[in-house]
């Protein structure tokens, strides 16, 4: 709690990231990562255990509602796989995400596989370089997907990668303090990061 007496979104992380994140209940998973904000380190928790607020979770919590189907696409049930991974828009910008790092094809569907993934990096600050682009552009997605559910906010596939590009590069760029990041390899040569 901040000295006003009020939990600031900041504060709020920080106390959701001390007392879970911290306390033995990841069942020994790794789930720090310090190239990210606290913020995301908490939303690819939530992610994980599947506490997102996708529709599909508030219904088996007992939320009334008139429909599960995604607001995104109407195309699906929308769960936390088809949120982050499944939907239309979301599956086109992982698919960009992958190819600037020169990974087509390759793209996992299960969250908790895709951000648990270590790539094909060879080194330690490279495995989690590539885990906090991971966790980067899954929680641009989720943002993105509820500024278009309770703002009516348009995003499309390249506004999408370049704000995924940028956002990450300014996040991991200023933590990582083992490898020197530049920004025109960032987006033109990333894979030199994963070595
Ligand atoms: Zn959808």
Known sequence: MSNNGLFSTGT?????????????????????NNLVPKEIEVFTWRARK????????????GVDLNSVCC???????????????LCKQAFDVWCKVF?????????????????????YARSDIGKSIWQAVMWSCSYLI????????????????PVALNEIQVKSYEWIAKR???????????LHNPQIYLL
């Open 71 to 85: 607001p995104l696409c109407d195309g699906d049930i929308e769960s936390v796989n088809h949120s982050l991974i």
């Open 12 to 32: 709020l992380a920080d106390w959701i990231s001390s007392k879970l994140l911290l306390s033995g209940h990841n069942n020994g998973e790794t789930l720090r």
């Open 50 to 61: 599947k506490r997102l607020p996708v529709l599909f979770e508030l219904d088996k919590r």
């Open 176 to 186: 990582c303090k083992n490898k020197s990041i530049d920004w025109h390899n960032w």
């Open 99 to 119: 190819e600037w790092w020169g990974r087509s094809g390759t793209l996992l569907l299960q969250v908790e596989d895709l951000l648990s993934d270590t790539g």
């Open 142 to 157: 989720w943002t993105n997907r509820n500024q278009k559910v309770f703002s009516n906010k348009c995003w499309n596939v």
